[in-house]
């Protein structure tokens, strides 16, 4: 199975901001336990980079990438540090090209059809949808999903579990990202219980839409 096959069969992609690297491993436990398979390891912090080595050396389980990724040498450094995949809130031609040579699978941040377009001639086909409450949400994906047909979209920015049932179960969503599984003041007081516990709740909120829709 291939990255994109599986973020699809996972369905969330949580996006982490890791202040303490020490936090990373228990907190990439905790995602497994409650069946969260993918770590989105933000590079906003400066122990960014630790933490997504720690992850990778320790837990095997969970695949582990590297989002906020805003330059070439974001990317290299991420991926020298073990990082599977890389997210960037925007597109960047310059790491689509690096990430396509490495064989690294690379999601851009794509809004308008002229960055979906941008992203497709790379040979990028899963984007993010980022910040997706602000630009138009559900409606505005299924509008462009319309016309890029072979284009699948990760949702990203204002998705909670009040909301998520909103995304998940369209042929066109890849999977929804975001904080809500395991923002950062749960991470920062320990509350590693408390993650696995929302994983379990996301996880079980999408298993239920997708039975409804078979
Ligand atoms: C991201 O980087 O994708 C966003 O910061 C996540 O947005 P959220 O915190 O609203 O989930």
């Known amino acids: 199975m291939d990255f994109f096959d599986k973020v699809s ?3 969330i992609v949580p996006v982490v901001v890791i202040d303490d690297a020490r936090n990373a491993v228990p907190c990439a ?3 497994l336990e409650g069946g969260i398979v993918f770590m989105e390891i933000t590079m906003r912090t400066t122990c960014a980079l630790d933490a997504i080595k ?4 320790n837990v095997p389980g969970i695949t ?3 989002g906020t990724v805003l330059s070439v040498d974001n990317a290299k450094s991420a991926i020298a540090c073990g990082a599977s995949f890389i997210v960037s809130p925007g597109f960047s031609a310059e790491v689509a090209d690096l990430c396509v040579a490495e064989g690294i699978p690379y999601v851009p941040g ?3 059809p002229t960055e979906i377009m941008a992203a497709a001639a790379k040979g990028l086909n899963v984007v993010k949808f980022f910040p997706a409450k602000v630009y138009g949400g559900k409606s ?3 509008e462009l999903a319309g016309v890029f047909r072979n284009v699948k979209f990760l949702p990203t920015g204002g998705i909670n579990t009040d909301n998520l049932e909103d995304y998940i179960g369209e042929p066109y969503i890849a999977a929804v990202g975001g904080s ?3 923002p950062s003041d749960m991470i920062s007081a320990g509350d590693f219980a408390g993650i696995t516990a929302r994983s379990r709740e996301a996880k079980g909120k999408i298993k239920a ?3 409804g829709r078979s």
Do not use: I
């Open 29 to 31: 436990k905790a995602l």
């Open 180 to 182: 809500w599984v395991c």
């Open 110 to 112: 794509c809004v308008t």
């Open 140 to 142: 505005a994906v299924k």
């Open 209 to 211: 839409v997708k039975e």
């Open 54 to 57: 720690e992850v990778v050396s």
């Open 64 to 66: 582990v990438g590297a």
């Open 9 to 11: 069969e996972g369905q």
